[in-house]
């Protein structure tokens, strides 16, 4: 199972973005997908999380402002990030539960600057 994940990039302050992350190989009825970011000298936190039936999840900073969503038939999640902030910045991190293993994407680096 691989997930790539796809448009990280710069963007202006108030800008918006939208990252999308697609798991393939042989996996189905994925359980849990979430967005990860971690910031240089600091540690990796949950941004957003879905399960599979459409409960999310938020970290407190980015409510309001960031909507996770699925696509179950494509086993893919997305993150849009509106209203962005420089503390926005970080490398943004997709990971899915299956049963009880977890995979990772490759990292997205998401820059918030003028």
């Known amino acids: 199972v691989q997930l790539q994940a796809f448009v990280g990039g710069l963007v202006q302050p108030w800008g918006s973005l939208r990252l999308s992350c697609t798991a393939s190989?042989?996996?189905?009825?994925?359980?849990?997908m979430s967005w990860y970011r971690q910031a240089p000298g600091k540690q990796r936190e949950l941004v957003a999380g879905?399960?599979?039936?459409?409960?999310?999840n938020y970290l407190d900073s980015v409510k309001g402002r960031f909507t996770i969503s699925r696509d179950n038939a494509r086993n893919t999640v997305y993150l849009q990030m509106n209203s962005l902030k420089p503390e926005d910045t970080a490398v943004y991190y997709c990971?899915?539960?299956?049963?009880?293993?977890?995979?990772w994407g490759q990292g997205t680096q998401v820059t918030v600057s003028s």
């Open positions: 190989g042989r996996i189905f009825n994925i359980d849990d």
């Open positions: 879905i399960i599979r039936g459409g409960a999310t």
């Open positions: 990971n899915i539960r299956k049963a009880r293993t977890y995979y």
